[in-house]
């Protein structure tokens, strides 16, 4: 998981599209949930965030990958359009319905999502025996279930359930703060300096199913591809210091340029396009800060 910029796409206007009555789903929504009829258990159909707009505005803001895991998908499955806060229940919640239907349509609660992350599914997980069907659905869980906001005309909005919120999310957070990356792939988190380990990381690990096993592979191997470019830059550059000190131009021109190629190579991984670039980011970034001086 990385930081993503929601300001680099805009918002699309497909969801304040208005209906015959000039009234948008947001609005529509409120009234549905906030009459007398509502009897705390059927549905409001949200549509418009599903609309081809606001797909195609996640797949350019998350460059085709899913915002928890950094997997790409596209080539076999189209995409979840996730909400970050559940529109339709909250399953730690006392009373799980409504969800947060106010936020069904809101920009900044929707994120692009790969099944494995998003539905409920038996995975396989990382030092684990039997599966486990694990995915955040419609999940999520604070530090202390009295502050959930179940309303959509609190002055402070959700800023007031802010500070006890358990899930990361990569457009308000850091994840690079969190999480970090081990040997095989595995994810955990990060410890501060007592030793502790960050509870956001834990939790998120948990409910997105960063450590399914098929991910663990995947990320392994993209682990072992950056290993194995290090240690090309590694001898490109102990080449390069042998002749740096010689009078043959031909031979320092000839491994400078080997060097620098191998060293692009290796920087192609940090790509924002590629898939996990906060394991790279750990990975390669601490060794260009001490073999090189670089920070990333």
């Not at 990569?170 to 690079?176: F, K, L, M, S, V």
Request: some cysteine; charged content about 30%.
């Amino acid at each position: 998981m990385i930081k993503i910029d929601r300001s680099q796409v805009p918002r699309p206007s497909a969801l304040d599209k208005k209906n015959r009555a000039g009234k948008t789903e947001t609005e529509r929504a409120i009234e549905y949930y906030t009459s007398p009829t509502f009897d705390g258990t059927t549905n409001f159909e949200f549509k418009i965030y599903s609309d081809s707009e606001v797909k195609d505005a996640l797949i350019k803001l998350f460059k085709g990958k899913c915002a928890y895991c950094e997997s790409t998908f596209l080539h076999i499955y189209s995409g979840d359009i996730e909400h970050f806060r559940p529109k339709g229940e909250i399953e730690e919640a006392p009373h799980k319905k409504p969800g947060y239907y106010w936020l069904a349509a809101d920009w900044d609660n929707l994120l692009l999502s790969c099944r494995n992350c998003n539905q409920k599914l038996s995975h396989s997980i990382y030092g684990v025996r039997t599966k486990k069907t694990m995915g955040k659905m419609n999940q999520f869980p604070l530090s202390d279930v009295t502050k959930y906001i179940r309303k959509h005309d609190r002055v402070n909005g959700i800023a007031d359930e802010e500070p006890y919120r358990l899930l990361l999310n990569p457009c308000i957070d850091n994840p690079e703060d969190h999480l970090e990356y081990g040997d095989e792939g595995i994810i955990r988190p990060k410890k501060d300096a007592y030793g502790n380990e960050s509870i956001m990381a834990k939790k998120s690990i948990d409910v997105y199913v960063l450590q399914r096993m098929y991910l663990v592979q995947s990320r392994e191997k993209k682990l072992i591809e950056m290993q194995a470019q290090i240690q090309r830059v590694k001898e490109a550059t102990e080449n390069f210091n042998d002749v740096i000190g010689t009078t043959d131009t031909t031979k320092k021109f000839y491994f400078e340029r080997i060097l620098k190629r191998e060293m692009e190579r290796l920087k192609k991984f940090l790509n924002p396009k590629e898939e996990y670039v906060g394991m790279a980011r750990q990975v390669i970034g601490e060794f260009l800060r001490v073999n090189f001086g670089i920070a990333i």
